[in-house]
């Protein structure tokens, strides 16, 4: 089932992304270590609470078991970027991913956007290949977020 989330649902939509970045340690840098931004719960909600922003929830039996989300790019252009797209562990290999994907593609559209952007941890060769798969093409464009190199992607949204 999934469901529109909600500011409410900040602490569960932390904790899934807690346990996905859990697992980068696998190809993260050796002195890296999973932890979550400060007041992380409180800026999800208040990041839900816009009416610009937009997330969905997925839940199996009634346990959270993934999540998307978006908001409008931060530089000039007109873009939609995909904040989140996270799925426990347990729920891996399902197609629950590409479900939610399609699903940000829809709501994307839906408001007219024409680019969708989003980063992903340079090393993450297997959320790579699942967007890459998706039409989504890496602009070179390499960052640090929180000491972890992260790659930027595009993705032309047609009508």
């Known amino acids: 089932?999934?469901?529109r989330a909600r500011p409410s649902d900040a602490?569960?939509?932390?904790r899934t992304v807690l346990l996905g970045v859990?697992?980068?340690?696998?190809?993260?840098?050796?002195?890296?270590?999973?932890?979550?931004?400060?007041?992380?719960?409180?800026?999800t909600a208040e990041q839900l609470a816009k009416?610009?922003?937009?997330?969905?929830?997925?839940?199996?039996?009634?346990?959270?078991a993934a999540h998307v989300s978006l908001f409008p790019y931060w530089?000039?252009?007109?873009a939609v970027y995909l904040w989140q797209l996270f799925v426990r562990p347990a729920w891996w290999g399902t197609g629950?991913?590409?479900?939610?994907?399609d699903a940000f593609?829809?709501?994307?559209?839906?408001?007219?956007y024409r680019?969708?952007?989003?980063?992903?941890?340079?090393?993450?060769?297997?959320?790579?290949?699942?967007?890459?798969?998706?039409?989504?093409?890496?602009?070179?464009?390499?960052?640090?977020w929180l000491g972890l190199p992260v790659v930027e992607y595009r993705c032309r949204l047609s009508a």
């Open 1 to 3: 089932m999934t469901r």
């Open 11 to 14: 602490a569960t939509i932390a």
């Open 22 to 43: 859990q697992t980068y340690r696998a190809f993260a840098p050796a002195e890296w270590k999973p932890v979550p931004p400060p007041n992380e719960v409180e800026t």
């Open 51 to 64: 009416r610009d922003s937009w997330g969905l929830l997925a839940e199996i039996a009634g346990e959270p």
């Open 75 to 78: 530089q000039p252009g007109g």
């Open 96 to 101: 629950l991913a590409a479900g939610l994907h």
């Open 105 to 112: 593609l829809a709501e994307a559209r839906d408001r007219g």
């Open 115 to 144: 680019e969708a952007r989003l980063h992903t941890p340079a090393g993450h060769a297997r959320a790579r290949r699942f967007y890459e798969r998706r039409g989504w093409r890496a602009t070179g464009e390499i960052l640090t």
